[in-house]
């Protein structure tokens, strides 16, 4: 049983040193259109929105150590991909108007930002206030003129 255990441990060792070799590509591509939002609502927003849903990503120092590089980079990508506040004057109209409705609802639903994230960034979670602030901006943001 010894044997098994050192042997499952040797392994596991070289599975930790060579994923290292894996690295994935940790970018900050340039901003083209930030998002124009008054102070009380910048504030949350680049808080607990711009690691993941932006060109402005902090990499902390274990987004160099393999496997959460691996993690980081995917949520990221994937964060940027869904919605980007860097890109924000490439979006029509109709799709800001969408993309601001969903942001309201994932953030009245407690979705966002996801609850795993926040114990390793503190400064991501939102009063009550906050999201109180943001969900009306947004909801405001997502309305037709004129309503």
């Known amino acids: 049983m010894k044997q098994i255990l050192r042997i499952v ?9 060579g994923g290292q070799a894996i690295r994935p590509a940790r ?16 504030r949350p ?3 607990a929105c711009y ?10 120092w274990y987004s160099q150590v393999a496997p959460a590089s691996w993690l980081l980079a995917s949520d990221v990508n994937e964060g940027r991909g869904k919605l980007n506040f860097s890109e924000w004057n490439l979006l029509p109209a109709a799709k800001q108007a969408k993309k601001f409705k969903k942001a309201a609802g994932e953030i009245e639903e407690g979705e966002m930002p996801p609850w795993y994230y926040l114990p390793l960034h503190p400064e991501a979670r939102l009063s009550d206030a906050d999201k109180a602030a943001l969900v009306a901006w947004f909801k405001r943001q997502a309305a037709p003129p004129g309503m």
């Open 9 to 17: 441990g040797i392994l596991v060792v070289i599975a930790l040193v």
């Open 27 to 42: 970018t900050n591509p340039p901003v083209t259109g930030e998002i124009v939002a008054p102070p009380e609502i910048a």
């Open 45 to 47: 927003l680049e808080a």
């Open 51 to 60: 690691n993941c849903h932006s060109n402005e990503t902090v990499w902390p």
